[in-house]
Each structure stands twice: as structure tokens, then as C-alpha cells.
């Protein structure tokens, strides 16, 4: 054990090299494992690795340092963000219920309301930001409340240790998407959160190259149960895709570092902007979770989203939009536009996006590592031209 407590920029490049692997060889990087399968020396005692479904060397080296970075005490990769929450999931039993904060992935609401109640597992979509109202929500057979802060996509903010107070005393197990801040940026263990998830796809990994999810659990125990459900499933990571996303962790510091300074001024522009009605940013001392997140994250992230101006119209502005990628992820070195209610969240219903605050109005924006007054000055071009192209027509007509 080292007697050093290096800041957590410092451990997310050196965590990955100080897990112990079985040949010391002084190699920078982990080596990647190509093997399916492992021989066994002797008869009546395997090794540590056997088949690739149940443990492989790379993917371990990433999972004890994704643990130690989440400050938790098992940690699992998985094949997918969406793999990682269902595995989750899978956990429960038939007869149980789960809360989940109605601000969700598209994907994962997918999954509670079209695949949990085949198996007779009941949920409610709650509003989390309502502490009082969630606990007058739980039911006696309530087992899980599942939660994202920021939330996908209107940035809502939840009280995560006010949560965490409520499921104890009812006995219930918290998950929580970590996807929005990373651990460089938010401990959910820490403040007593059960399992906490990760889209790995998305800022964990940062170059739109691979398609990741991962876990980590507060205790050993649970950890084995969610262990004995991703061999179940297979549901696991390959190797090579393991060593990539150990690659993007090393520089996750100062990615999203710049990604969020930029966010940050952004916000900020586009809060002010004539053609812009509305923004979601928990950086904004005007959003209703500003002093929450300040409390419980050490930055207000890379992710904003903001909603247009009815005089505005969102396919003239994504056609003028000249920088950002216009497509479904987040998290990349690259700044993503991406249009929720006809990408992230089409798997809702009209009248639930409505009801969500997901207009058709609305996008969300990733903000990578451009430089920040080109990103500014493009989104203002397209908002203008867009407003101008509308305005033709209206005259016209």
C-alpha cells in the first residue's frame, strides 16, 4: 500500500499500471490478452483465468481500475452502457419494485418498461429531485431506486446522499448512471450509493471508438452477485476494447477538464442568446440544482442542453450547424449536437417526452475539445441563419 494519496488526475494515468499482472515486464501498457480460452497446469488446481466469458487479464486490469477509481470494491465491464444497467437489473426478482427518476436514458426507460415487467417486476417513474415525494412513492416490495444526476437530457439535479437516506431506511438499493461527471468529477460510493453505472462509451473512453459499459459495486458481496449475472449473460467487454478504454481513462483529466471550462461558457452565451429559450446546466446559478450539485460534484460537467426559440426551427438549425457532429453519444473529443426526442429518447412516447420537458425543441450539446470562441461563434451563425431562413418563409407565405 502506498503511502502517497495521489490526486485523482494522477491515479486515473498510473492506476492501470500498478494493478499487478502475471508477468512483470516493465511495459507501459497492459498487455492485451487475445486468448479465449487458458491451460490449466494441473488437474486438481485452475489457475486464476480459465475462459474469457468468466475473467481475461485485460479486462480485469480495467475492472480493479475503474473499483479504485470509483472508490468501490468490485468493478465490471461489460459490453455496453445499456448492458452494464440491465445486468444491474437482473438482480431483482420477480414480485419486486424499482423507483426510477422519470428524467432517464431513452434506453433505459426501454428496458423498464418493455423488458422488466416480463418478468413481473413492477416500476414508477419518480420525480427525484422531490425527496418527499420519492419517499411517499415506496412501496413495501421496493428494492432498487435507480437514479441519474445530471440527468439525460435536461441536466436535472438529484440530492444523492438525500437519496441514499431514504433507501436505507427502507431497505431498498441505490444505482446511480454515473455517465455525466466520471469519477474525476462525482463519488457516488462515497456518499452511499450501492452500484454505480457507467456508459464507458462515452467520456471514460472520449474517441467515439468503442462501445463500453461499466459497474462497480459498494461491497464485495454484491459485487459477486453482479458477477455471477454478466457470466450468466456474457454480457462482458473484449479484450481489445478493454485496452482501449484503459487508454482513454489516462487522459480523461484534461479532456474533460477543457471539454467542461468550455461547457461552462457556453452555457453561459447561450443563456443570453435572443433566439435561445431556455438552458439546462447545473453550472448556471439559475438552475433550480445549482447549490445540490455544487455540494456533491467538483464540476458542473461537458454536457448542456438547451431548447430553441418557436421562431427557430430545429432542422434549419442543425443544416446551418457547421462544427459539431450531428449524431447519437456524448462524451468524445469531438462536440456532439444530438436531438433527444428523435435520438437519445425515441424509445419514449410523445406524451412521456412531453411530460419530461423533451420538446422537439430541444437539443443537447456534448462539448469536446474544440476551441471554445469557434464552437461559440458557429452555433450563433446557425442560430441566425436558421432564424433568417424561417423568417423567408413566413414573409413569403
Do not use: W
Amino acid at each position: 500500500m502506498s503511502i502517497y494519496e495521489d490526486q485523482l488526475e494522477t491515479r486515473l494515468i498510473h492506476a492501470s499500471s500498478n494493478v499487478d499482472v502475471e508477468q512483470k515486464t516493465g511495459a507501459v501498457n497492459v498487455p492485451i490478452y487475445l486468448s479465449s480460452t487458458f491451460h490449466q497446469e494441473s488437474f486438481d488446481h485452475f489457475g486464476p483465468f480459465d475462459y474469457s466469458r468468466s475473467g481475461n487479464p485485460t479486462r480485469q486490469v480495467l475492472e480493479k481500475t475503474i473499483a479504485e477509481l470509483e472508490s468501490g470494491a468490485k468493478g465490471l465491464a461489460f459490453a455496453s452502457g445499456m448492458a452494464a444497467i440491465s445486468s444491474a437489473f437482473m438482480l431483482l426478482s420477480a414480485g419486486d419494485h424499482v423507483l426510477v427518476s422519470k428524467d432517464v436514458y431513452g434506453g433505459t426507460y426501454r428496458f423498464v418498461t418493455e423488458v422488466l415487467n416480463k418478468y413481473r417486476i413492477d416500476h414508477t417513474f419518480v420525480d427525484t429531485t422531490d425527496l418527499s415525494h420519492l419517499a411517499n412513492t415506496i412501496k413495501p416490495n421496493t428494492k432498487v431506486i435507480y437514479i441519474e444526476t445530471p440527468s439525460n437530457p435536461c441536466l436535472n439535479i438529484t440530492d444523492i446522499e438525500g437519496v441514499v437516506k431514504i433507501a436505507k431506511a427502507n431497505n431498498c438499493l441505490t444505482f446511480l448512471d454515473n455517465t455525466f461527471m466520471t469519477p474525476l468529477y462525482q463519488k457516488p460510493i462515497k456518499l452511499g450509493v450501492d452500484i454505480v453505472l457507467h456508459s464507458a462509451t462515452k467520456f471514460l473512453s472520449g474517441h467515439s471508438d468503442i462501445i463500453a459499459g461499466l459497474a462497480v459495486t459498494r461491497n464485495e458481496e454484491l459485487g459477486e452477485r453482479l458477477a455471477f449475472i454478466q457470466n450468466s449473460f456474457g454480457s462482458i467487454l473484449g479484450a481489445q476494447d478493454s485496452y482501449l478504454l484503459i487508454q482513454g481513462i489516462k487522459t480523461l483529466g484534461p479532456r474533460l477538464k477543457q471539454s467542461s471550462e468550455s461547457a461552462h461558457k457556453i452555457a453561459v452565451y447561450l443563456n443570453g442568446h435572443p433566439l435561445i429559450e431556455k438552458v439546462f446546466y447545473p453550472g448556471l446559478s439559475s438552475h433550480p440544482g445549482y447549490s445540490i450539485h455544487v455540494n456533491q460534484s467538483k464540476s458542473s460537467g461537458a454536457v448542456l442542453s438547451f431548447e430553441i426559440a418557436n421562431k427557430v426551427e430545429a432542422k434549419a438549425f442543425v443544416d446551418q450547424i457547421r462544427l459539431p457532429i450531428f449524431a447519437v453519444s456524448l462524451g468524445a473529443v469531438e462536440t456532439i449536437l444530438s436531438h433527444p426526442a428523435t435520438m437519445s429518447h425515441a424509445a419514449l412516447p410523445k406524451e412521456e417526452r412531453k411530460k419530461r420537458g423533451i420538446t422537439d425543441g430541444l437539443f443537447r450539446l456534448s462539448v469536446g475539445l474544440e476551441h471554445v470562441d469557434d464552437l461559440i461563434a458557429d452555433l450563433n451563425q446557425a442560430l441566425h441563419a436558421a432564424h433568417h431562413q424561417i423568417s423567408k418563409v413566413r414573409i413569403t407565405n
